[in-house]
């Protein structure tokens, strides 16, 4: 009975070490968004600013259109996290439902289809879309955004997809609900916490993603938030840090607010909705 409270306060400890562990990059880039030039060209950094300043996040906006820049990032990374799940939720019922030898060659083409780097892929990918007048287009790179989550977001939802009862779907017919009413009514809410988790992954892919919109996107009007970060750093490699850092921030916070907003989709339970009142 003694190791209980002393194996519980480990348990915490380690829970607070691992929490600090993660938060610790977001901390030290906001300590640094934070000092003044002065502190940032010091040979003994220190962890806490002496004299924090605001000075570093009003030059990042005066120096590049980061907003502007969000803005693209967002309708990109939005449209491309809803069209995946969109596609991906009825094939993976199908895989998951219909089992066969072609639905697991597609699984296995799937996974190892995540091992491409991206520069295999880049020049038939922009010579694709240059036929297709993509190129430059917000629309384009939305497009790839699709195909390049949509085989592990279709990965994801099978594994969720098998995770629901084939019985629960059975007793519904049992009860005269037809196919669609059973889709709508039983397993699309069992589906919900899957769906968020993929779509939070296929939105925090595009939003980050910097390579494709690179290469794909020239006028300056169009660039993604990733992209206009490097702005920050000059001809020669010198990062203008304090700006550099706080726009790095604030690039941030986007992903935490869809994760804040979603995740009681998340750690609901797969089957939270399966209690028959």
Do not use: C
């Amino acid at each position: 009975m003694r190791t209980r409270p002393a194996a519980r306060a480990g348990q915490y400890t380690a829970l607070l070490a691992y929490l600090v562990f993660l938060a610790f990059p977001l901390l030290w880039l906001l300590s640094t968004a934070v000092k003044s030039p002065r502190e940032l060209g010091s040979l003994h950094p220190t962890w806490i600013p002496r004299h924090p300043t605001l000075a570093n996040f009003r030059q990042a906006f005066d120096e590049q259109p980061l907003l502007h820049a969000a803005l693209n990032s967002l309708l990109v990374a939005a449209g491309a996290a809803v069209v995946a799940v969109l596609i991906a939720t009825p094939m993976a019922y199908v895989m998951a439902r219909h089992r066969s030898p072609l639905s697991r060659a597609t699984s296995g083409w799937v996974v190892v289809s995540q091992a491409f780097p991206f520069v295999l892929v880049i020049i038939p990918l922009f010579l694709v879309l240059k036929e297709l007048r993509l190129i430059d287009s917000l629309s384009g790179l939305g497009l790839v955004y699709v195909v390049w989550a949509l085989p592990f977001a279709l990965w994801m939802l099978v594994g969720y997809v098998r995770a629901v009862p084939a019985e629960l779907e059975e007793a519904a017919a049992v009860d005269g609900a037809g196919r669609l009413r059973t889709l709508v009514s039983v397993t699309a809410p069992l589906l919900a916490p899957g769906i968020a988790a993929t779509a939070l992954f296929a939105f925090v892919t595009a939003w980050n993603e910097f390579f494709f919109a690179l290469v794909l996107l020239k006028s300056p009007g169009k660039q993604t938030l990733p992209v206009v970060l490097t702005h920050f750093i000059g001809a020669e490699g010198v990062a203008d840090l304090g700006p550099l850092a706080a726009a790095a921030f604030l690039a941030t916070l986007p992903s935490l607010a869809v994760f804040a907003l979603i995740q009681r989709r998340i750690t609901g339970g797969l089957l939270a909705g399966a209690v028959k009142s």
